[in-house]
């Protein structure tokens, strides 16, 4: 029996769907059932009104913290608000119309409604289906790019390391609501909603091959820039080419390691010690705003559809109402603006190389390897028990990850697969993977999108200093420019599960390759 019959397949009676939700630990671990080294099915009845059952990748080291976690919560030492990440995702297996199971990759950690690393896909034929907007978070399309050059390691040593990191910091605008460089009005911005990239290359901020190697070519078609608040509009007025703040970044990085080398000949990653740019940022205020108004809109689907909701977080609306086709088409518009922002910061982090190198661009074959979403709904076609169905598929901290020969992945990578860039934490490795078959039919053509938070973002400052972090740093040679030093703790690498075990999981599981591993040189955070 495959995982995924194994998976769908449930062991648990209708005894088990009435127990009380309240357990002991011993009775939680009861639900609980290791199928493989890498695999966890949680059974029916873990949570109430479950659908489908859900499933878990996680290694030895991971799968202590997920059930210390599940531990503490059944204890009651975490406090009566706090759902530890094994239940939210039981509770997504819980919403209407969703199909298979339940999945959350191997960097999952509590999130607001869904985990992050959380995989849900939604029967579109289905009328009760719905969106939840927590299936794909406030940073609506957060997401990774990475930019290969012609330029080795021995190019930016010493000085010149230092002068390009400042060049970076002062060429991409960094930190909490800081406004962009990149000019943009009223009318403007309603073409950066409804064309994404294409805007940036209308205004020369793109190059025409940078399409092609984006996610659905840096443009979401359901866009509609009339289900976008005047307020969501307003904050994203001034944002365009910004990076953010928290977990956002733009890194130059060096290859360490190449795992396939043919996969990454296709990629224009040529050698060890070649020099890459890692681009992090996604819809800034612009899409938080579009999440907030949507949660706010979907109470009343709630209360009219009689929609039944294990958390109060996972707010959704059946996919066929007017909130649920307002907030794809909103959605998609943030979707929209976080790919032309990532295209403005790469014509910054462009110009910042030209002028640190005296070369253009082009000389410096600054080419865009991939641009991938890590937060987003998209409509898909998968199989499920033999027959392919139309699906909306929530991914929320999980990248998507298709195989050789699928018809929407760039044709550069027909025979090797989607690219997936896999963002490491500050100051250590990062990745590029490849989609597998597996995958696409075992998790929706999904894998991890980073390390995931082992510690929460208050845990980071109450136990970490931020002066040792940028001195481990600098330490390991790496130049740092930091709008909020102070911050920096709530990203340091104690912050979160070692990515290498993330990576590591997804491709023993199958769902995803190895390609190259990336070490960071020079990083600029908000």
């Keep these: 029996m495959s995982l995924v ?43 109430p009104n479950m659908r489908v059952p ?14 210390a976690e599940l531990r503490d919560s059944a204890s009651g030492e975490k406090g009566g608000g706090f759902l530890p990440a094994l239940k939210q995702v039981a509770n997504v297996a819980a919403l209407p119309g969703i199909v298979k199971m ?11 409604g869904f985990c992050i690393g959380n995989v849900a896909a939604m029967d579109m034929s289905d009328p009760d289906a719905v969106v939840s907007p ?16 012609n330029l080795m390691e021995a190019d930016v040593m010493g000085n010149v390391r230092e002068d390009l990191c400042q060049a970076l910091f002062d060429n991409i605008p960094v930190g909490v609501g800081q406004s962009g460089v990149i000019p943009l009005d009223s009318q403007g911005l309603e073409e950066v909603l409804l064309t994404g990239i294409d805007y940036c290359l209308k205004q020369g901020y793109a190059w025409p091959e940078d399409r092609d190697h984006c996610e659905e070519n840096g443009r979401m078609l359901l866009a509609d820039p009339t289900k976008v608040s005047k307020r969501a509009k307003k904050r994203g007025l001034t944002q365009l080419g910004t990076l953010g703040a928290g977990n956002h970044y733009c890194e130059v990085q060096v290859v360490e ?6 996969a990454a000949k296709r990629m224009g990653i040529e050698t060890v010690g070649q020099v890459c740019i890692m681009i992090h940022s996604g819809s800034r205020g612009l899409g938080h705003q579009v999440a907030t108004d949507a949660l706010v809109e979907m109470e009343t689907a709630i209360a009219r559809d009689n929609i039944q909701l294990n958390d109060r977080q996972l707010a959704s609306a059946k996919i066929s109402s007017k909130e649920g086709q307002d907030y794809l088409a909103a959605m998609a518009c943030a979707a929209n603006f976080a790919w032309a922002n990532r295209s403005c910061l790469t014509y910054l982090a462009r110009r910042a190389f030209s002028e640190i190198f005296k070369k253009t661009p082009e000389e410096l074959d600054m080419h865009l390897v991939y641009d991938v ?19 909306l598929v929530h991914r929320k901290g999980s990248t998507r990850a298709f195989p050789p020969h699928h018809p ?4 550069s990578y027909q025979f090797t697969g989607q690219p997936v860039l896999i963002g490491g934490t500050m100051g250590t490795c990062s990745y590029v993977l490849t989609g597998t078959c597996a995958g696409m039919c075992e998790t929706f053509g999904s894998t991890c999108h980073g390390a995931g938070r082992a510690l929460s973002r208050n845990a980071s400052r109450r136990t ?6 940028l001195a481990g740093l600098k330490a390991k040679g790496i130049a740092i420019r930091v709008a909020s030093p102070k911050l920096i703790t709530e990203e340091a690498p104690e912050s979160y599960k070692n990515v290498v075990n993330v990576v590591d999981t997804c491709e023993q599981a199958g769902i995803s390759k190895k390609v190259v591993k990336l070490r960071p040189i020079a990083v600029v955070k908000g």
Excluded: W
């Design 5 to 47: 019959a194994a998976a769908t397949s449930s062991t648990s009676s209708s005894s088990d769907q009435k127990k009380p939700f309240k357990r002991t630990y011993e009775e939680e671990l009861d639900f609980l059932q290791k199928i493989s080294k890498t695999h966890y099915k949680i059974n029916m009845g873990f949570v």
């Design 54 to 67: 859900a499933m878990v990748l996680v290694d030895d080291v991971l799968e202590k913290l997920l059930l």
């Design 102 to 112: 339940s999945i959350a990759m191997p960097d999952v950690h509590s999130g607001y």
């Design 134 to 149: 927590g299936g794909v978070g406030f940073d609506i399309n957060c997401g990774v790019r990475l930019i290969r050059t």
């Design 257 to 262: 390691e190449i795992h396939d080398e043919a």
């Design 373 to 391: 979403s890590h937060n987003i709904a998209k409509v898909e076609q998968h199989e499920v028990d033999s027959e392919i169905k139309t699906l």
């Design 408 to 411: 929407l992945i760039p044709v």
């Design 464 to 469: 970490l200093n931020h002066e040792e972090v």
